[in-house]
């Protein structure tokens, strides 16, 4: 799953801050080595055609669409790429409960409750997504890894209960 949950984040704090307990991020299929190789992989395959034409004006009429079409396949996974660095943290800064969602574009959002008001619930139906998880208190609701599968949102549902009653009885330290 593409998360990852700090240990002991509420026993310490950075020098320059809330330490982050979650970080939330999208699932990436294809690594970055595997970028350049279906790109490799595309215009040698996209090549193959032209090899009998060598020495014919017909291979520089194909050529540029064989270019043409590697292109779009870069800038469609580049794009792929861009599109999946949605950024979510969850951190808990003295009794709040911080929720940091950092998109593509556009402005970082926050969320902030006491984390003893703090509730994970997940929504079956009705949502963006099915079993649609968000986190409410202060009269607020903030969803929280809405582009997670959903098998990984029920697992991050039951992970955030979990987390929300260990902080509720474990006070925080501080230094």
């Known amino acids: 799953m593409p998360h990852e949950w700090t240990p002991a ?3 310490t ?5 809330p330490l982050t307990a979650l970080r939330l991020w999208p699932y990436r299929s294809l690594p970055p080595k ?7 992989l595309a215009f040698c395959l996209g090549t193959v055609p032209l090899y ?3 020495g014919t004006r017909l291979l ?10 590697v292109g779009a396949l870069w800038l469609g996974l580049a794009r792929s790429y861009r599109d999946g660095e949605i950024l979510e943290e969850l951190m808990l800064d003295g009794d709040d409960l ?3 969602h950092t998109p593509v574009k556009g402005k970082t959002v926050e969320w902030r409750c006491n984390v ?9 139906s009705g949502g963006k997504v099915p079993f649609y998880v968000t986190l409410s208190g202060n009269g607020r609701r903030a969803e929280i890894g809405s582009f997670l599968s959903e098998d990984e949102r029920k697992v ?5 209960q979990d987390y929300i009653k260990r902080m509720r009885v474990t006070p925080t330290v501080t230094p």
Do not use: N, S, T
Not at 13 to 17: L, R, Y
Not at 116 to 124: G, I, L, Q
Not at 156 to 160: A, P, Q, R
């Open 156 to 160: 991050l549902h039951c992970e955030l």
């Open 116 to 124: 003893y008001w703090a509730k994970a619930e997940m929504h079956v």
């Open 9 to 11: 984040a509420h026993l």
């Open 34 to 40: 595997g970028f350049a190789a279906m790109i490799l």
């Open 98 to 100: 911080l929720l940091r």
């Open 52 to 54: 009998g034409l060598l």
């Open 60 to 69: 520089w009429v194909l050529l540029p669409f064989i270019l043409l079409m």
């Open 13 to 17: 704090e950075a020098k320059d801050g």
